[in-house]
Each structure stands twice: as C-alpha cells, then as structure tokens.
C-alpha cells in the first residue's frame, strides 16, 4: 500500500506477533539468486510452472536496485502528480520459502519511505497474503491477497481513504530474472475501474 502519501487507515492487530518475525527475518543474510483508470482483468488461467504456490516468490530473494514512482494524491481529479524515489529493497526468505519479507528504503526530493512487506503463504488456498509495515508510523495497512496465474502476481483487498471504502489491488510482474515491475491501484467504484498510484522497478544487484 502507498507508504507516502494517501496512507489508508493501518490496523494493529496482530502487530505484536508480525514484528517478532520480521525482527528474526532482518537478522538474516539477504539470499543471493542467481495513470489512466483501466477496466479490471481479474486472471483466471491455472499455475503452469508448479503444483502450489508455496515458493512463487523464490526468484525475487536477494537485493534490488529500486526505482518508484507515487501518485501524490490517489483518486483526486485535481491532482495527477507523480513523486519519484531510488534506494533499494532486500528480499529475504523465512520458513523454507513459504514467508518472506521486503525491506524497503527508497528516498527522493519529496522525502524518504522506509517500509516492510510481509509476504505468507496459506496452502489450504494456495493463495499468499501480502502486508505493508510503514516504518514510520509503525503501523500496518490491511492485508492483499491472491497469487501468480501466467507469471503475474495479482492481489487485492479492501481498505479506506480519507474515510471512504476503496479496494486495493496489487500486481507484480516478472520481466526476466533481473527485473521486476511492481504496480499498485486504487477503485472507488467496486473494481469496475482502477488508477495506478504506485510503480516500482526494480533491478537486480549481482554480487
């Protein structure tokens, strides 16, 4: 979700039990491996590659370099700014696989964003919900969930901005084994239309 501006309301629960893990997963070495809306397109088509999810994110494990780009005010028919931040992000493994976590620390002329992402697995469903920590209010944004249907990650979830109900949907896609584009998009009308808010490219960094 978008750590810097248009933040929706962030929850606490299960906030005490996430940290905990997050504290374990970045005392561990980085795994090294060698603005229009649009009508939604939910995929539909079955994973080709494995029998379960339960390591779809194994090729993202390891340190990226990170381009983002974010919408300052998302949903505002006034404001089509867009504010630009590099760093990197570090893609560390937890449970064999099944959980991982993204450290985030980009900076621009608007400032800097410092986040978390927890990433799990559910294998009753075969589907991975994905949590944002922003580092600077220490609270959580509510979950997105889905998985990877054709190589691309599609997940959503629902949340609030400036007191409204939006749905949230996140896409990842992988282009080749060194880069990746990450996109974020808000609806205010039920997932008939989106408006992208966040796009990140990130670029492998080969030891």
Do not use: C
């Not at 809306?37 to 379960?52: I, L, Q």
């Not at 621009?108 to 991975?128: F, H, S, T, V």
């Not at 599609?154 to 949230?168: A, N, S």
């Amino acid at each position: 979700m978008n750590p810097y501006s248009g933040t929706p309301t962030s929850h606490k629960r299960f906030l005490v039990a996430i940290l905990a893990v997050l504290t374990l997963a970045l005392a561990l070495p980085a795994a090294g491996v060698g603005s229009a809306s649009t009508p939604a397109t939910p995929a539909t088509a079955a994973r080709a590659t494995t029998d379960d999810g339960a390591h779809d994110f194994d090729w993202e494990l390891g340190t990226w370099r990170t381009d983002v780009r974010v919408l300052a005010d998302p949903l505002s028919e006034t404001d089509d700014e867009w504010l630009r931040f590099r760093g990197r992000s570090v893609v560390r493994p937890l449970m064999d696989g099944r959980a991982n976590v993204v450290e985030l620390d980009v900076s621009g002329d608007a400032g800097r964003i410092e986040a978390l992402n927890l990433r799990l697995y559910e294998p009753q469903d075969d589907a991975w919900t994905s949590t944002f920590v922003n580092i600077r209010d220490g609270l959580l944004t509510p979950s997105v969930r889905g998985g990877f249907h054709r190589g691309v990650g599609e997940f959503y979830g629902q949340d609030q901005l400036g007191g409204r109900p939006i749905e949230v949907r996140f896409l990842v896609y992988r282009q080749g084994p060194d880069r990746a584009r990450f996109e974020q998009a808000y609806s205010d009308d039920g997932g008939a239309t989106w408006e992208t808010n966040w796009i990140a490219i990130d670029r492998r960094v080969r030891h």
